[in-house]
């Protein structure tokens, strides 16, 4: 699976938009990109994933570029509640585990 | 609520000993995932299995064991206990095997050894 790099920790105003960035250029075309975030030691939350195409469901958006190298996952309205770490993954299509970096701790504040 | 559910959510037991970790997969799902959270190792694989079979492995320990029943809940065996053993234990499950599909993890099962 490709490496991916994200910025350690990022803040974000309540009720503002929050991008989290990825870098994942070493990225191959079988290989899905995939977001979770984990608020506390709760189990990791899925929150979307993608291949090619941008991706939007009732959590956030998922932005990959053309070229594929990078991702940035949109949180519209960040809440208070979606203070947490999230971790950007990339799986091969055939790969059954997943490898979590350190993520990127975002902190919304009022 | 992830639809997966892991009991015990917390296990306070003395090193040497063993212990079992069990989890529930959502309904349906036939793959279960198992992953180890420390503090100085973050998030690491451990096993798969699907539909009762071993699928794949990742930095899991000799003294660990897993296994799948045939009613697809899968148990974690933990044995000759280390103090490095203390970690959360999380359970995940999806439909098949693959990328194509997300895994949902459960709220896991605190291990404090002592």
């Known amino acids: 699976d490709a490496k991916t790099t994200q910025p350690p920790s990022m803040d974000c105003a309540e009720g503002r938009a929050a991008n989290l960035p990825c870098n994942h250029s070493t990225i191959s075309g079988n290989e899905y990109v995939y977001w979770y975030r984990q608020i506390h030691s709760q189990g990791p939350q899925y929150i979307i994933h993608g291949l090619k195409n941008n991706e939007t469901n009732e959590m956030a958006s998922l932005i990959i570029t053309e070229d594929r190298k990078s991702s940035t996952l949109i949180l519209p309205h960040a809440t208070l509640r979606d203070t947490a770490v999230y971790y950007c993954i990339v799986r091969a299509i055939y790969n059954n585990d997943m490898r979590f970096g350190a993520g990127t701790r975002l902190t919304v504040k009022p | 609520d992830s639809g997966v559910t892991q009991t015990p959510k917390h296990l306070i037991t003395a090193t040497g000993q063993r212990v079992t970790l069990r989890c529930s997969p959502r309904s349906g799902d036939l793959s279960v995932y198992w992953y180890q959270q420390s503090l100085d190792q973050g998030l690491q694989f451990l096993i798969h299995?699907?539909?009762?079979?071993?699928?794949a492995k990742g930095n899991i320990l000799e003294r660990f064991s897993a296994q799948q029943f045939p009613d697809l809940h899968s148990e974690l065996n933990l044995s000759s206990l280390e103090l490095g053993d203390s970690a959360l234990y999380f359970c995940a499950s999806s439909p098949g095997q693959g990328a194509a599909q997300p895994q949902h993890f459960g709220d896991g099962t605190r291990l404090s050894i002592l």
């Open positions: 299995y699907y539909n009762g079979e071993e699928r």
